[in-house]
């Protein structure tokens, strides 16, 4: 999982989960506490772009690959 954005001026991009900051282009090994709702907020000079993201995490047991 990692959040980012692209532009021309490069943006300011701050990411949020449950008001908590998630650190913006650093991968991150997802987890099921990691499932919800992401709020992006990419600004540079020229405006502001907002996207909302829903995460869902399924994991999947298989017996004899480390599962039950």
Do not use: I, M, S
């Not at 989960?17 to 000079?45: I, L, S, W």
């Amino acid at each position: 999982l990692r959040c980012w954005a692209r532009g021309n001026p490069p943006p300011h991009l701050e990411c949020t989960k449950d008001g908590e900051t998630f650190p913006a282009g650093v991968p991150h090994h997802v987890t099921r506490a990691d499932a919800g709702t992401y709020h992006c907020q990419a600004t540079n000079p020229l405006g502001t772009a907002v996207q909302n993201v829903t995460v869902w995490v399924h994991c999947e047991w298989r017996r004899g690959a480390g599962g039950l």
